[in-house]
């Protein structure tokens, strides 16, 4: 199965859905291939439960980006959690964006973010990333082990995580990884994955970072890759589209 979840970022007005219902139509038209892919896309929440109703039992899932740290309810003006998220119908939560992590997410809130996520039934996306300098000095693994080690633990299901490999170098600027490197990145991070989680569920590791259509096809090959997150490109169903075909033909 792959994966090719929009993240929307600061974007969308109700009006939007028709970007949604064009991904929708086509993705229950493509017969040949839609069977090995789920489409996920994460609108603000401003968003999520009227997309969330009207893509009900259709071809497209709802997810949201980031939330609160803390369960449940509580005095926090402006926080939205978990539970809050899951009760307007999205499926799927990003929690640890590099966007949320400059802006201040640490290693324990993302920690609470991920545990309250899967508490409440949402599936999770689990953002990890090295920036610039850490790719410079040759610290890219043992950043993105840390990262990982310091939010999930053996005792979370793997079944509802993914885990979304987006160099912070990458995300926004045209800039992608050369393909050998992103292959070892991935198996490293697999394999990270499977000392926490032993035999649990093989785990789903994702890419992102200025995928688009042109440059999709040279994800093909690289197997180990489950599916892609993708920002600016999601934007524009056509751009969207044609990922998952020219991925595909
Ligand atoms: C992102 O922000 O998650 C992302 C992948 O962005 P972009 O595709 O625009 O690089």
Same mark, same amino acid.
């Given at each position: 199965m792959? =994966?090719?979840?929009?993240?929307?970022?600061?974007?969308?007005?109700?009006?939007?859905? *028709?970007?949604?219902?064009?991904?929708?139509?086509?993705?229950?038209? !493509?017969?040949?291939?839609n069977k090995k892919y789920k489409v996920v896309i994460?609108?603000?929440? #401003?968003?999520?439960?009227? =997309?969330?109703?009207?893509? @009900?039992?259709?071809? %497209? @899932?709802?997810?949201?980006?980031?939330?609160f740290y803390k369960d449940n309810f509580g005095a926090n003006t402006g926080a939205i959690s978990p539970l809050m998220i899951k009760s307007i119908g999205a499926q799927y939560i990003i929690v640890g964006h590099s966007d949320?992590?400059?802006?201040?997410? #640490?290693?324990?809130?993302?920690?609470?973010?991920?545990? *309250?996520?899967?508490?409440n039934k949402l599936k999770v996306v689990f953002c990890i990333g090295e920036n610039k300098e850490h790719k410079i000095k040759n610290k890219t693994f043992e950043v993105l082990e840390n990262q990982i080690q310091s939010t999930l633990?053996?005792? @979370?299901?793997?079944?509802?995580?993914?885990?979304?490999?987006?160099?912070?170098?990458?995300?926004?600027?045209?800039?992608?990884?050369?393909?050998? !490197?992103? @292959?070892? #990145? #991935? %198996?490293?991070?697999?394999?990270?994955?499977?000392?926490?989680?032993?035999?649990?569920?093989?785990?789903?590791?994702? =890419?992102?970072g200025s995928v688009d259509s042109k440059n999709i096809s040279q994800f093909k090959k690289l197997n180990e890759i489950d599916g892609f997150l993708i920002g600016g490109a999601s934007k524009s169903d056509q751009n969207f589209i044609d990922i998952i075909k020219n991925y595909y033909r």
């Open positions: 792959r =994966y090719f979840i929009g993240n929307w970022k600061m974007f969308g007005v109700p009006k939007s859905i *028709s970007i949604l219902d064009k991904i929708n139509k086509f993705v229950k038209s !493509d017969k040949k291939f994460t609108p603000p929440h #401003t968003l999520v439960q009227s =997309y969330a109703k009207f893509f @009900l039992n259709k071809k %497209i @899932l709802i997810g949201a980006q980031n939330c949320n992590r400059s802006e201040g997410d #640490t290693d324990v809130m993302l920690k609470a973010k991920v545990e *309250s996520s899967l508490n633990n053996e005792k @979370l299901n793997l079944k509802n995580i993914i885990v979304a490999y987006e160099p912070i170098w990458s995300i926004g600027t045209g800039q992608i990884p050369e393909p050998d !490197d992103l @292959l070892k #990145t #991935t %198996i490293f991070i697999k394999k990270v994955l499977k000392k926490i989680f032993k035999k649990q569920k093989s785990p789903i590791v994702l =890419y992102g």
